[in-house]
């Protein structure tokens, strides 16, 4: 079965620290990865996708996550963590050509101290 | 531009109840999914729809059923709730891989 693992459930960092928060996927064909971001009390909102091409994919509030094929990870990053970037991530997968379903990650709850 | 509406946003039931959640899209996508959140627990799918008339179960379809007759409406529901579908469900409509969420709805089942 396709699973998704996040490794970090909950992560604190203080302003202007370095992320990364790592996701593993179980499927070794072709995939499409995605992160999520759900901020307190708000549905989820897109943060950045892959497809294809560029493993390293840029997205918004200065979010960048990797593609490792050989690693089965899609980890996110950012430089430089804001107070506001404090919310829940999710790392999400979907098979490309063998079904239409998108699996979700446990998520990993990230706290910003000011 | 309302995106994906859910209503309702807030229901309790008593265990044996039924209840149907619905979801509307006014961005004519195809696709469209059902998932339940519970903390520690992340999303999971439940059941989801490739177009009008069809539908598929997710990784936790037991006790759940779906319904796409417009292309627009994905209703979700629950013939004999239990207090284990006590959860946030989110539905969520689908272009080009990106799901875009509507807000929840919050149930609890005593």
């Known amino acids: 079965a396709q699973s998704v693992s996040q490794h970090n459930h909950h992560v604190i960092l203080s302003e202007a620290a370095s992320l990364e928060l790592g996701c593993n996927y179980s499927y070794g064909g072709t995939v499409n990865l995605f992160w999520y971001v759900q901020y307190p009390g708000q549905h989820l909102q897109l943060l950045l996708k892959y497809f294809s091409g560029d493993p390293l994919v840029k997205g918004i509030k200065g979010f960048e996550a990797e593609f490792i094929k050989s690693k089965f990870s899609f980890n996110l990053r950012k430089p430089s963590v804001q107070w506001s970037d404090t919310a829940e991530y999710f790392c999400?997968?979907?098979?490309?050509?063998?079904?239409?379903?998108?699996?979700f990650g446990k998520g990993t709850r990230l706290h910003i101290l000011p | 531009n309302a995106g994906v509406t859910q209503t309702p946003k807030f229901r309790v039931l008593k265990t044996g109840q039924s209840m149907t959640l619905l979801c509307a899209q006014d961005m004519n996508h195809e696709y469209m999914y059902w998932y339940r959140q519970d903390p520690g627990m992340g999303l999971r799918l439940i059941h989801y729809?490739?177009?009008?008339?069809?539908?598929a179960k997710g990784e936790v379809p037991d006790g759940y059923n779906v319904s796409r007759l417009k292309k627009q409406n994905f209703l979700l529901g629950l013939e004999s709730a239990a207090p284990s579908q006590t959860s946030v469900y989110f539905c969520?409509?689908?272009?080009?891989?990106?799901?875009?969420f509507g807000e929840g709805s919050r149930l609890t089942v005593l």
């Open positions: 999400a997968v979907n098979r490309e050509g063998r079904d239409d379903k998108i699996i």
């Open positions: 969520a409509s689908r272009r080009t891989g990106e799901l875009f």
């Open positions: 729809s490739v177009g009008e008339g069809t539908t």
